[in-house]
């Protein structure tokens, strides 16, 4: 039998590796992903020109500066007035901060939620599972739209009612996939070894097992960015939204019913939307194909 | 015992140990079936020495060590580690009672977390359990690393950049990190080429005289465990049949199962009884889940009798330091049968 010695010259072939974190592997492919590389750099130019827009183009959004329905382009107005003879493109350049901030803090709610309660049901099993399950499936089955629209009409539209609507309805995703990855994670040896090692049940969730389920997770949650933005959307639409905030939803249900003499007011800040929520997909997808190598081989 | 005669009191002495899982059954209002994976096992490990258990996969051999280290809970029995009843601690006294017992796992690749750096890997227990000063544990990870023959330089790297067998280094240096008086290995080489299972088999080895480690030492690799271990005692469908020294339970086993495990191993040594022929045996091992009254080694046995079936050999010694549980121990199987008469 060899001596143990002989490892050394096993060992000679890592003297030119470098320690690469899991993570720089990860971001090396992702950024090898010419798409999603696109998107981000799309989000990007639309994150920044909503933060620093507001003080570029310091037209104020609620300031009635000229006539009503004046066409995009004319009088001066890039993307002309609204019903009410506002600034479009004042909107739209203000819009994008408070569309942006729900859309994110929804998502971080959502995530929030759905993380603890599925790493709780996946992690415990047993009664806590059965518990928790069925109240994510009691969430699952409420039709979200109609639950979130019943939340804001009783409790007010404010832009944190609106932000809690939209996560309160949105976190049973998350919490799948993070049930799923805990119930795998939670076999693996080294999550026993950790145990043994004296972890104790927070510190096994928390600092062993989640680091290794966030691939999918952090993926859940770009997507989730994306739908929480349309869903804001959709309840403006609706007109159940903050109406003395302006956001790019709150533009479209504001103009709601000129939709067919201007357009434009509604297909605007539309575009914008529209626009923000591909990136953050293509950025989420590329997010998918970077973290989770396995399955793209499918 | 032999083992407790040789130096005092034992590190791990396992009583009547009994691990049921509860495993479900079709239909609403069926009751869940009891699958009866370590069914009533007694042994001791005297201090630096290496018990073996083996087994086929099934036979509750990683069950018994999961559970004599208060990983899965036991439903009976009793565990003293070093004299410490571990089967009644609770809460923190379990925690710290960890640093006594730790693992080596089978599965090089599923046993490290692939986010922690592999310093890190070795430290964890020490900085979980409070083991010496920071400043003190960045010089044991020092001292574990060039223990277990790996250089300072890897310590940096993260587990994927490394081959099977250092791997396995890790993983050793990670389970002796908290000086443990006990170390489990559970299958420890199964995974690994057989020119690296040798350099981890002697790593072991070396460890084991340079600490005076004690190791429970569990595998299906008989070879293995010739090399390895001090006692063996070999398990069939969680029970243990047979429980020897190595010399005698690999010259004269008397459990017809573990003749016929013996038997079944190629041997080069012409001091192993390999003459007596191969003894087949047929079939697999009854299901656990509900098991048959009797040996449960019974339905594949070949010199099995009317008794065999009903009633349970108990494991009796049938010389100092050997101990069996059945009743036509060391009777004339097949070949041997024929030769004699």
Same mark, same amino acid.
């Given at each position: ?199 104790? +049940? ?39 939204? +903050? ?56 | ?191 690994? +080429? ?148």
């Amino acid at each position: 039998m060899a001596t143990d010695s002989a490892a050394v010259l096993d060992g000679d072939r890592l003297e030119v590796a470098k320690a690469r974190h899991p993570l720089a592997e990860a971001a090396g492919m992702f950024f090898r992903n010419h798409t999603a590389v696109a998107g981000l750099v799309t989000l990007a130019i639309i994150v920044v020109g909503s933060l620093v827009g507001p003080y570029v183009y310091t037209v104020d959004p609620y300031e009635m500066v000229w006539a009503p329905f004046s066409e995009p382009g004319a009088d001066g107005f890039v993307f002309g007035t609204d019903y009410l003879g506002r600034d479009l493109f004042a909107g739209v350049v203000n819009g994008g901060r408070v569309t942006l901030a729900v859309g994110l803090s929804a998502a971080l709610l959502s995530v929030f939620i759905g993380v603890s309660i599925g790493a709780l049901s996946g992690y415990y099993r047993g009664w806590v599972e059965e518990a928790l399950m069925r109240i994510t499936e009691f969430f699952q089955v409420l039709p979200t739209l109609l639950f979130s629209m019943v939340l804001v009409a009783l409790f007010g539209a404010s832009l944190a009612m609106v932000t809690f609507a939209i996560g309160i309805v949105s976190w049973t995703a998350v919490a799948r996939v993070t049930r799923s990855e805990f119930l795998r994670l939670r076999e693996m040896e080294y999550v026993t070894s950790s145990r043994s090692s004296g972890a104790r +049940d927070l510190g096994l969730m928390l600092i062993v097992i989640l680091p290794n389920a966030l691939p999918p997770i952090v993926v859940q949650a770009a997507l989730m960015v994306g739908s929480a933005i349309l869903f804001e959307a959709g309840l403006s639409f609706l007109g159940l939204s +903050d109406p003395n905030v302006v956001s790019w939803g709150q533009i479209i249900g504001s103009n709601r019913p000129y939709i067919l003499d201007a357009g434009w007011t509604v297909a605007l800040p539309g575009f914008f939307i529209f626009v923000t929520v591909l990136a953050i997909s293509l950025v989420g997808d590329g997010l998918n194909d970077a973290l989770n190598p396995k399955l793209r081989e499918r | 015992m032999s083992a407790v005669s040789a130096s005092g009191r034992p590190v791990l002495k396992v009583r009547d140990l009994e691990v049921r899982f509860s495993v479900k059954r079709e239909g609403l209002f069926a009751k869940p079936s009891q699958l009866y994976a370590v069914d009533g096992v007694s042994f001791e490990i005297a201090p630096g020495r290496t018990l073996g258990l083996v087994g086929e996969s099934g036979s509750g051999k990683s069950t018994t060590a999961l559970a004599a280290a208060r990983l899965i809970p036991a439903r009976r029995g009793h565990v003293e580690i070093d004299g410490v009843d571990v089967l009644s601690l609770e809460g923190e006294a379990l925690r710290q009672q960890r640093r006594n017992v730790q693992f080596i796992f089978q599965d090089p690749y599923s046993s490290l977390n692939p986010r922690l750096r592999a310093r890190d890997v070795v430290r964890e227990p020490l900085d979980r359990l409070g083991i010496d000063s920071p400043a003190e544990r960045a010089s044991r990870v020092a001292e574990l690393f060039r223990d277990v023959g790996l250089r300072p330089e890897q310590e940096r790297l993260f587990p994927h950049q490394f081959s099977g067998g250092q791997r396995q280094r890790l993983g050793v240096a990670r389970a002796i990190a908290s000086r443990p008086k006990l170390v489990i290995c559970d299958e420890p080489v199964s995974a690994l +080429d057989v020119a690296v299972q040798a350099q981890i088999l002697n790593l072991l080895r070396r460890l084991q005289r340079e600490h005076g480690l004690t190791y429970l030492f569990i595998s299906h690799d008989l070879g293995v465990v010739q090399h390895m271990c001090n006692e063996v005692a070999v398990m069939y469908t969680g029970r243990i049949v047979e429980q020897a020294s190595r010399v005698r339970l690999f010259t004269r086993p008397l459990h017809p199962y573990t003749r016929a495990l013996l038997s079944s191993v190629p041997s080069a040594d012409p001091t192993l009884d390999s003459r007596a022929g191969r003894i087949l045996i047929t079939g697999d091992p009854p299901s656990p889940i509900d098991p048959p009254q009797g040996c449960r080694f019974a339905s594949r046995c070949p010199i099995a009798i009317e008794r065999c079936r009903s009633e349970t050999p108990p494991l009796v010694a049938h010389e100092p330091d050997h101990r069996v549980a059945c009743h036509r121990a060391g009777e004339p199987i097949g070949a041997d049968a024929t030769r004699t008469h």
